[in-house]
């Protein structure tokens, strides 16, 4: 395949992970959505270079104020876009927005050149990247919501519980209590793109990087694109491992606590936080 290029480097780093979820079959059609907290003297500077005549879009409004974000940029895909045509229409289906006005409203600064706006969970990702770049003292940067299929599956075979879901996953790969020690917080079956699940979710990312929104797809916090690929790869991945199980007639044994307790200990320095539901389970 050849290289992809393009004039803004942050929509060249992407683009091909975006494109990569939808080979792996998590984003089918309009499914999904990705947002990315840029760095701003970076992003000014490409677009001032690259793009001196960019024209002067208004303010939006959004539904949930977020102060903390004022100012900062996001390359987030467009409404209805699809993830595969990440490489093909980079410039229809990305765009970027910066947050104004203290944090009340986004406007449009480059992108969704066939018109459009950010994706329908855009209010969603705001709220995760508000409390994820506090809680991370500003590491995570980039949301990536996925419908994963293996991982949606599990949502039908095993309790809507972020312990349950968490040791299921703990338990099949000795990397998951490493890659994600701060579990999957479980969030109930809820309307898409409203306040109401944009809340539940709230107080489930204060606790970790991963959510699921349950029957619908995850929901993950990382650095950057290879990062938060990574994530959402290696919990399919368990995902797939517990359903096939499940579908032999369920576990005969599971990576046992002791050498759960010994992985985390041994990986401690690779560790975002303490494994919290092994503790209180010990
Ligand atoms: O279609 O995935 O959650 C975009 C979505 C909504
Ligand atoms: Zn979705």
Same mark, same amino acid.
């Given at each position: 395949m050849p290289r992809f290029t393009h004039a803004i480097s942050f929509v060249e780093e992407v683009a091909p992970f975006v494109r990569l979820c939808w080979e792996m079959g998590?984003? +089918?059609?309009? *499914?999904g959505n990705v947002s990315w907290r840029l760095p701003t003297d970076e992003i000014t500077a490409i677009l001032r270079r690259r793009f001196p005549n960019a024209r002067q879009h208004p303010a939006v409004p959004l539904p949930q104020p977020q102060p903390t974000l004022d100012g900062e940029y996001f390359l987030v895909t467009g409404s *209805?876009? #699809? #993830? @595969?045509?990440a490489l093909d229409h980079p410039d229809e289906v990305f765009g970027i927005v910066q947050i104004v006005d203290n944090g009340t409203a986004y406007r449009r600064v480059w992108g969704y050149v066939m018109g459009g706006s950010p994706t329908s969970e855009f209010a969603t990702h705001l709220v995760g990247h508000a409390i994820r770049k506090r809680v991370s003292n500003g590491r995570e940067r980039i949301v990536l919501h996925c419908h994963a299929p293996e991982f949606i599956a599990l949502s039908f075979l095993v309790p809507l519980d972020s312990r349950a879901l968490t040791m299921a996953l703990w338990q099949k790969m000795p990397e998951c209590i490493v890659i994600f020690p701060d579990g999957v917080r479980v969030v109930p079956p809820l309307l898409p793109g409203t306040v109401t699940i944009a809340e539940a979710s709230a107080v489930e990312l204060e606790k970790s990087r991963i959510i699921s929104w349950s029957h619908h797809g995850i929901f993950a916090s990382e650095e950057n694109p290879e990062r938060v690929f990574a994530l959402v790869e290696t919990i399919e991945k368990a995902s797939a491992i517990h359903r096939k199980v499940l579908s032999a007639g369920?576990?005969? @044994? *599971?990576?046992g606590q002791d050498l759960l307790i010994e992985l985390a200990d041994h990986f401690s320095a690779m560790l975002?936080? +303490?494994p919290a539901f092994l503790k209180d389970a010990g």
């Open positions: 998590w984003n +089918e059609a309009n *499914g *209805g876009q #699809f #993830f @595969r045509h369920g576990p005969q @044994r *599971g990576i975002v936080c +303490e």
